[in-house]
Each structure stands twice: as C-alpha cells, then as structure tokens.
C-alpha cells in the first residue's frame, strides 16, 4: 500500500475509504459526538481496516474475531499501551456493532471481543487548603479589576464547583447560566443535557466577570460566556493556561483543568455526597467511571490515619 500524500496513511482501498466516510458521518450527525471523539474514532477504526488490508481484505464480508484479535496482537507487539489497547477494542466494538446494524456484515464479530485490561491510576487532586489557597490567590490577582483577571477567576472558581469538563466550559453559553438558582445547563458528550449546580463564590466571581464581559465583546463574540482576549469564545488552550498559571502561584501541585474536575468530584465524595449524584453531576455514563474517585479518598484516608494513628 503506498502512503496517502495528505495523512501519510497507508492507502484504503476504495471501498473501504467509502465505508470510513460513511462512519464519519454518522458519529458526527447521527451520534454527534465531539471533534476529538470522531478524530479518535476514525483513527483507531482506519488502523484496523489497514490491517484487514494487509490481511488481504478489501471490504468487511470476511472480518471475524481472529482478525480484530490480530490487530490487537499487533498493537501489543508495537508496545501499545494497556490503555490504548482498551480503548481500540471499544472503537473496534462501536464499529462492528454499526456495521451489523446497517446491514455491511451479517454478524458482529466485535461482541466476542475483549477489552485488555487498563491499569488504574489514581487522578491526581488538590487537598482541600490547597484548592482554597489557588482560588483565593485567583481572587487576589483579579483585585485590580481587569477583565482577564476577573474572567480567569471565574473560570477557576466554576470549574471547581462544577466539576465539568473544560470542553463544556468552553462551549457555555450567557443563557446557560440561571444566576438566581445558580445552576448552569451543560451539554456533555453527545451532547446531552444536564443541570449542575454552583455555590456562592463562583456566583459572585461569575457576576463579577458579566460586568466587564463587555469591554471584551467583539463582532465574533456571540452568547459565549466566556471570552478569549480578542474577544471570541475561549478556548481550550487558553483555559488549560489559566489554571496552570493560577496553580502555579501557590504552593502547590500543578494540574490540568481535568485535575480541578477530579478534586471537584473527590471532595463532594468526602463531603458525604452519594456516588449516584456525583455521577449526574460530572455527566458519567457509567457509575463505574464515577467510582475510581472513591478509591482517591479511600487511599486519602488510609494516608491520614497511617501518619495520624499511633498503631498504624
């Protein structure tokens, strides 16, 4: 196979570029899922057609389990991670599953198909001092009262409170927003809707932002709620250097706008709140996401009573 000139891919044959297309469209229109999630999608589904065409396959009629199995092989001899194993199975899985279900193969060889199994990291948080040490160092750079300041304060202060995603962040609208219940509307992945609540302190760094959101606004700006400095919508870069610099400022260990969604969702766990609301909150499909941050408190805990108990 010679190298496409644009994606330096190995070229498909032309029914499977075909079908590739096909499946683009319909994880964009019909499952609307986000830019990343198609981009990853696609990836992972074109590298297995890629290897169903070295195996000499040129459409998906003779696809069966020893051909996803030796695909997966192969990622493994290539030193793929466990992770990226797992996460290709599940591409695979989504694919065959369509694939049957719009009449391309008879049968889904994908639902034979193992995951490997991931290692489990524990996300990195902020303990609670340290969390209220980075918004009120945010606080006190937004003291001179300019509209970056103002707006990167309320950005710390909202994603902690609500735990969503950066993604979610950027694509707030004004109207997302009810101030007076102080709940924000959220479309998460595929897009669906939910409702999150916030406290008193991202309320008032928010209402603190809305009033110097227009000395951003350009013709771009549109609903957005959050601007960048020449006035379009934020994005995700910009919101990824924010928390970084405000982290940066204290003491403290640094992490990613993910890092404030994690200390969001451990501390609500330590707070006492049950597992099936913080899962409605954080917008997880699986309550089997959700419960790997119990697993951050029960190592927090085991940590504080090793140093605090005189017979541990």
Not at 100 to 114: C, F, N, S, V, Y
Not at 255 to 268: C, I, K, V
């Amino acid at each position: 196979m010679a190298p496409d000139a644009v994606s330096g891919r190995p070229s498909l044959p032309e029914g499977f570029t075909a079908l590739l297309a096909d499946y683009e469209r319909h994880l964009t229109a019909e499952r609307d899922l986000s830019e990343h999630s198609v981009r990853a999608y696609i990836g992972d589904v074109a590298d297995l057609l890629e290897h169903l065409n070295r195996l000499g396959h040129d459409d998906l009629s003779r696809l069966d389990i020893r051909g996803l199995r030796s695909w997966l092989a192969k990622q493994q001899s290539l030193g793929k991670a466990r992770s990226t194993m797992s996460r290709r199975a599940t591409a695979a899985r989504v694919f065959t599953a369509w694939a049957q279900r719009t009449g391309r193969i008879e049968t889904d060889p994908g639902a034979l198909l193992a995951s490997p199994k991931a290692h489990k990291t524990l996300p990195g948080v902020l303990g609670q001092a340290d969390t209220r040490a980075v918004l009120d160092a945010a606080a006190i750079a937004a003291d001179d009262g300019s509209p970056v300041g103002l707006r990167d304060l309320a950005i710390m202060e909202v994603l902690y409170a609500t735990g969503i995603r950066v993604g979610e962040l950027c694509a707030l609208d004004i109207d997302d927003l009810d101030t007076s219940r102080r709940v924000v509307r959220v479309f998460g992945k595929g897009r669906k809707e939910r409702s999150v609540p916030y406290g008193v302190p991202a309320g008032a760094a928010v209402d603190g932002w809305l009033a110097v959101r227009a000395t951003l606004v350009r013709g771009g700006s549109g609903p957005a709620l959050f601007l960048g400095a020449r006035g379009g919508r934020v994005d995700q870069r910009t919101v990824r250097r924010v928390v970084h610099a405000r982290i940066g400022a204290v003491d403290a260990p640094d992490l990613s706008p993910h890092g404030l969604r994690h200390t969001a969702a451990t501390h609500l766990l330590e707070g006492g709140a049950d597992l099936r609301s913080v899962q409605e909150l954080l917008g997880h499909a699986s309550l089997a996401t959700t419960q790997i941050y119990t697993h951050v408190s029960g190592e927090r805990l085991r940590s504080a009573y090793e140093q605090a108990h005189p017979r541990a």
